[in-house]
Structure formats: C-alpha cells, structure tokens
C-alpha cells in the first residue's frame, strides 16, 4: 500500500461537469495503481453518491486534504488521451476567461456519446475487395457456384473497396462473401464509412484543376502560405464573389500538402450545402462536416477523425472551433462577422475569438474572411494586429456590383408593408425572366394584433413585448419566451369583432406578393419553413433551374447562397438598426444590407437592389448604397470612440433576473455597492448599473444587468472577479439567476 511519504503520491485532478470552478482529487484504487493513466482520459469517479465521468487533468497530485479522506477513483474509461495538452490548456483559458468551471468546459468539448462514457473508437466496418486472383478469374469458371462468380463481377467492376452493406442491399449474403475470401479471390478492410476509398496516404491532395487566380488572390495566398507554421492572425476582405472561398480553398491546398490539417468554421452549414461541396470536390483527403443536423453519431465520428488526423479538412459551425485535431497548421473563420459564432449561454464564447487563442496557442495561422468584417477585426487590422488582405473585384465570370436604390417611402401608403412603386418594378424583372428576392426580417404574419376600437394589442403575458399573429399553423406566438395563445375572434377587452393585424412579417409577404403575382411562384425562406425536411433542397432545385419566381424571407436568405438568376434585391425594412437599443444596431444593418445586395446579379447579370426606407438622406445609408461599407465601418468606429465602447473598451455583462424585480435591483445594487472600495482601485474600470435590460420583463422573470468597461482586458477581469466572489457570497444568490457575458455580442 502506499503511504503519504511516497514521493509519488497516487492522486489525480479530475475534472468534473459540475458548476464549480475547481477539480476533484481522487486516490487511486490498489488495481490501479500500476496502470498508464494519460493526461486527458476519462474516468468514472464516485460525485455526492453518484457515478461521473470527468477527465484527468493532472497525475501524482498533492491533494489539499489527507489522502486517506480522498474517494477512490472507480474506472478508467480510455486507454489514451483524449484531450491532448493543447486541449486542455485550452479548456482552461476559456475557464480563466469566461470565469466558469474548466469540468463544465471540458466536458463542452466532448461529444455527447463521448460524455455519456462511449468508447473512443471510430467505428469501422466492413469492406471487401477483389483480390489479385479474384480480379485475374473469369466468373464464367464458377458455374457451380452462381451466386458467388455474379458476386465477384461486381468487385471486379471496383477498384476500391465496397461496403458489406452495400453488397447485402444487392442481395449477396456474408456467408457468400466469406466464401470468396476463403478461395483468396476477395478480401476484407475494416474502415470507417466516412472514410470510403479515401483512406489511403498516397493519394494527391487535389482531386480538381483550381483556379487560376486573379492578382488579389495570389497576393493573399502567397502571403498567407508564407507563414505556415506561425501565429498570424489575417482579415481576408471581399466583397460576395470576390473569391475568398477559392482564396481558402488553395490555401488549405498548401496545408494539406503537408499532411497538416485544416479547421474551417462557417456559420451555417444546413444552408450552404453548396460551400461544403466545393471543399469534397477539390480534396481527395477526407473533407468531414460538423453541425447541428448531425446525429450524436456522426459527430463523434467527424470529431474522432480530426483527433486522429485522419480528416483532412473540418468544416463546422460555432461547436467545432473546439474539437481537437492531431495536427492542426490553419483556421479559417469564414463570414467572420456573423453573430451566430457567439454561444449564447452556458460557456458564452466566440468561436472566431477563439479561433484566434488556438492559433496563437499552436502557432498557426487564422484567416477571417468577410465581405462585411466587424468591428472588433476591422480595428484590430487599422492597429496591424491582423494582416489586412483586400480582394477588390468579383472574381471569375461574376459581373459589377448591382446598383442600390434607397427608395423612399416617407408619407407613403403602403400595401402590408410594401410600396405600389416598388411592387411594379418587381414584376417588370419578374416579366424579364428574372428572379426576386424579397427581404423581411420578421417571421410570422404580423408583429401584433390590434382592436381598432380600444387599442387592445396582443402582449404577451410573459413578457414586455407583442405575440406575433402566425398564419401557419394559427396561433399568437411570443417569440421572446415561445408561449403560444390561440388567435382571439373579438377583442378580449371591448369585445369587439374586428381584430386588425399590424406590420408584416414573412407570411403577410408571401400572401401579399402571391396577390400580385398570380403567374409566377413565390417561395417562403423563414425558420418556420426551412425545418420542413427537404424543403430547402426543393427550393434550391428550382432556383437552378433559373425561371423567374419570388423569394421572401428572412436574412436566413442572405447567408452563404449563390442565385445566379436573381437580377432584383428588395429589402422591406432596412430601418430597424436606426431604431435598435443595441449599440451594435447599426453595424448589423450594414452589414446585413450589404450581404444582402451581394445576392443581386451574381453571374451574367447585373442586379439591382431597392431598399424601402424612412431616411433615405441618412449618411449611413447613402455610404451603403454606394457599396462603401469601408467608409459605413469608419463612421460606426468613430462614434465608438467617443463613446467608449468596444473595439475602443473591453466590455462584460452581469446578467441577473428574479420573478420580482425588486429582488434583482436590490441584490444588483448590494453586489455594486460592495464591490465599490475594491473597484474604484482599479484604474481605469467602470462599472454601470444596475440597469434594467433591453427587455425587463421576459417569460414572467425581472431581467437587470452590470456592465463593466474597461480599455484593457486585466483590470476587468479584476473587477468581474470581484463582482463574482460577491454574488457568490451573496446571501439571495439562489432566488436570483445571474451569468457573466465577457465581450457580450447582444445586449438583451
Ligand atoms: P466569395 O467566397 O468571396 O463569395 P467565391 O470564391 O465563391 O467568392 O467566388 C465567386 C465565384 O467566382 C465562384 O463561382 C468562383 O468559382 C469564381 N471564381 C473565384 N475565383 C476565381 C478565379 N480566380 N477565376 C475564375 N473564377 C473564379
Ligand atoms: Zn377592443
Ligand atoms: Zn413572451
């Protein structure tokens, strides 16, 4: 037995998913304390009585209390590490920096299989090939076994191995299979289906001819190429089809050469089959996928084969930028500006910032890609932290950018939401053969229903904001807290009949432009429609088959897709971000606008984009119109400065809410006062609040929040630790829930 005076004592630090900041000791069992035990593995241990898997963080531990105190450890799940020291110091600058336990982040980046103690394993199964002989036999020759010489001329019409499961769905059994291999003319591989006949190390890197570039790309490739291996971090700028994609693809093409592998993180993948496979059509090397519409399954696979270095390429969304990679030389963050790469609750991080940490950490490079960079990455480039690469034309057979009309609807009477003018303007594309796209950034029917004799609208009892009139199925529905009402056939206050519905969302477009446009389709792109299976690969369909037809939806038709036949850009209410309690309203507005009007005339025609507004002589706007979303960015950077706020601060949000408000405000303000001696010695951190959120009230709860800025990242850190330790300490801290937002992307 060991004692307390070996110098190698058999304690290990496990991290655990629990909401603690720190790790567990726990000693190791006499059956284990020969055994390897890696960094990074997984072990079952015993947590308040029941079984956890955590993993291991450190071995031979000095444990705070007497080993003898100490539970024994009860299982050791993987023979090897699977959180390499990369990962784990990883984990624990996002712990440091999000100030939350590295147990819950450690187990963020495992796989939900992995988490609930699945075996590490890739999955293989079972191929068969013909063999040397097996190719060299006619089948002829087999005539008393049919079954078998029919089996063998489908393997010799293969070079690569085929999947047993294949060959069973032909009819052909494994007995039959098992007969070939005992005759030496067929024999099995074990692989991973994701893997088919790509496995396989000699293979080239290309499977197509790229490109030639044009003067910008090569520029930016070159430059990029040239510092492999180190940690620079690379706005690539360019508008929607200037080339950037190409500009990653030849890129990686240079990593992959290298037996290196490559992360590329996009916002959205469900959407954007097209970008996905241009990566599988230019790589032999396995290019695998990463997203929500995965099964638990399939990303434990894709995150196995990046581990083991055998995906050559990984493309996700938001959740990938933390697997691990055997190999990892580049990152690219394409769309680096889109608010999806933030995580909204639990561990809030930002991919793209992320990205960056791991770069430095690995030494490789990042590459942000945008035709609309944020803020945030456009001062870091002005500061020559980033590299600033610029592609100035669309490439290849792309024409002139389109030409955006602010269309003035001042004093206007508009038809559910939509100018006469304009609608006439549609139908002269539409009649030219060309296709429509209708922009409304709100689902539903209508923001809210109203009784025209008593000015009852329907508010949602939850929350200080309007149900939404959905047609499809009909329901008031609150898109803040999701509670769902039937649609009243009177007032519920006067009782009167005639309930009117306000504004438009999606569906009033839809049924509006249908009205108007009896002859030609008119399709719907909202949420609502797109989690109807299949429908977006129909829709996609009859957009490539080019004839003209409208598209409404929200700017989930803005993200990543290629309409060749779009000729006509409408933007229904581009003059939300003027209104926006966010500071980040307007930088949203301009960058959505511009992505918007980089769907218009990608291909052999040039498009035109017509934008309804209430300001058509506001300088923003005006600087959009003529595609000068450089100089929009410098203005919105400007007014940041005076303010203070970031890129020019560092900002973090406490978030804190209650079922009564007077809970909140009085916890709030107790936190801030004590913290007020610790915090007027930090120099230069501010400290606001309480202040009421965006939207006090929400699903029946009182939403309050600090803010704290600060122009360097220490001192806030200082100042939200000692927030933290006292909410902590804080004698109300269960009746109110609070989180810690660092470089918060919202402010709701
Ligand atoms: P982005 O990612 O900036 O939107 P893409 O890389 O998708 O731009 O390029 C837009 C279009 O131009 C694509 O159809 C692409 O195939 C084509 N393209 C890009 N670079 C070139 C080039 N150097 N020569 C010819 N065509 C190109
Ligand atoms: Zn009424
Ligand atoms: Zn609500």
């Known amino acids: 037995m060991p004692s307390l005076f070996d110098d190698e004592l058999p304690v290990i630090r496990v991290a655990l998913p629990v909401p603690l900041t720190r790790c ?39 444990p705070d209390v007497p080993v003898e105190k100490l539970k024994p450890l009860s299982e050791l799940i993987d023979d090897a590490s699977l959180l390499d020291d990369h990962q784990r110091a990883l984990a624990q600058w996002l712990a440091r ?12 980046m495992l796989p939900t299989l992995l988490r609930q103690g699945a075996a590490a394993h890739i999955q293989e199964e079972t191929y068969w090939l013909a063999t040397q002989s097996g190719r060299a036999l006619d089948p002829e020759k087999m005539s008393r076994a049919p079954k078998q010489a029919e089996l063998l001329r489908a ?6 191995p085929v999947a047993a499961t294949m060959l069973r769905s032909l009819g052909f059994t494994s007995a039959q299979m098992a007969a070939l291999e005992d005759k030496g003319l067929a024999e099995r591989y074990q692989q991973s289906r994701h893997l088919e006949g790509r496995d396989d190390d000699a293979r080239p890197v290309l499977a197509e001819i790229p490109l030639q570039l044009n003067d910008d790309q090569k520029t930016a490739v070159t430059e990029i ?7 620079d971090v690379f706005l690539l700028e360019g508008i ?45 090397v396995p290019v695998m996928t990463l997203h929500s519409g995965l099964n638990d399954k399939e990303r434990l696979d894709a995150w196995l084969l990046a581990r083991d270095g055998r995906a050559g390429v990984l493309i996700g969304t938001r959740s990938a930028a933390v697997t691990p990679f055997k190999d990892l030389a580049l990152i690219v963050v394409d769309e680096e500006h889109d608010a999806s790469y933030k995580q909204g609750d639990g561990i809030r991080y930002s991919a793209r910032d992320l990205a960056v940490v791991r770069g430095k950490m690995l030494s490789c490079p990042v590459v942000l890609g945008s035709a609309t960079p944020s803020l945030e990455t456009l001062h870091n480039a002005t500061e020559k932290r980033y590299h600033w690469l610029k592609l100035t034309q669309r490439a290849g057979a792309s024409v002139q950018l389109p030409d955006i009309y602010l269309h003035d609807i001042q004093n206007k009477k508009l038809t559910n939401g939509i100018d006469g003018g304009l609608l006439q303007v549609m139908r002269t594309h ?28 329907s508010d949602c009892p939850y929350c200080d904001a309007r149900m939404t009139l959905h047609r499809e199925p009909p329901r008031l529905h609150c898109h803040h807290c999701d509670s769902v009402g039937p649609i009243p056939h009177q007032c519920p206050k006067c009782f009167a009949s005639e309930l009117k519905p306000v504004g438009s969302g999606t569906e009033r477009m839809e049924e509006t432009l249908e009205n108007a446009f009896k002859d030609w389709p008119v399709f719907r792109v909202d949420r609502d429609t797109v989690s109807r299976k299949g429908m977006m690969e129909k829709l996609l369909e009859t957009i490539h088959k080019e004839e003209p037809c409208v598209l409404v939806g929200t700017q989930m038709l803005a993200k990543g897709h290629h309409f060749p036949a779009v000729t006509l850009v409408v ?20 960058q959505l606008l511009t992505q918007v009007a980089g769907r218009a005339g990608r291909e052999s025609r040039k498009g035109k984009v017509v934008v309804q507004t209430h300001r058509p002589d506001d300088p923003l706007l005006k600087l959009l119109a003529q595609h000068d979303y450089s100089q929009f960015s410098r203005c919105l950077l400007e007014e940041r400065k005076e303010a203070l706020l970031p890129p020019y601060s560092f900002m973090a949000i406490i978030r804190a ?16 006062q004590a913290a007020e001696p610790v915090i007027a010695q930090i120099e230069g951190l501010e400290v606001n609040g309480p202040l009421p959120s965006p939207m006090e009230r929400r699903f029946g709860r009182y939403h309050m929040q600090i803010w704290l800025l600060c122009d360097r990242r220490a001192p806030l850190h200082q100042g939200i630790a000692c927030l933290l330790d006292l909410i902590n300490r804080h004698p109300m801290n269960r009746k109110v829930r609070w989180s810690l937002d660092v470089d918060p992307q919202e402010l709701i």
């Open 225 to 231: 190429t040239d510092r492999l291996g180190q940690p």
């Open 240 to 284: 929607t089809g200037s080339g950037k994609t190409e500009v990653y693809l030849q890129i990686i093409e240079a990593v992959l050469k290298q037996g290196r592998q490559v992360l590329v993180l996009v916002p959205e993948i469900g959407l954007a089959p097209q970008t996905v496979n241009r990566f599988k059509k230019r790589f032999s």
């Open 571 to 590: 933007v229904l209410d581009a003059d939300g971000g003027f209104y926006s309690s966010d500071f980040r309203g307007l930088e949203r507005m301009g």
């Open 24 to 62: 567990f000791d726990y000693v190791l069992p006499p059956n284990l304390q020969n055994a390897y035990l890696p960094l990074g593995a997984r072990v079952r241990v015993p947590y308040r009585n029941k079984a956890m898997i955590g993993v291991v963080m450190e071995r031979q531990v000095t």
């Open 430 to 457: 539409l009649q030219q053969g060309g296709q429509v796209l209708a922009f409304i950034n709100r689902r539903g029917f209508a923001p809210a229903l109203m009784c025209h004799d008593c000015g009852w609208v």
């Open 155 to 160: 393997l010799q019409k293969h070079q690569q």
């Open 97 to 108: 920096y999000c100030h939350g336990p590295v147990g819950e982040v450690i187990s963020m």
């Open 657 to 672: 809410e209650a079922n009564q408000s007077d809970l909140v405000i009085n916890f709030l303000t107790e936190v801030v």
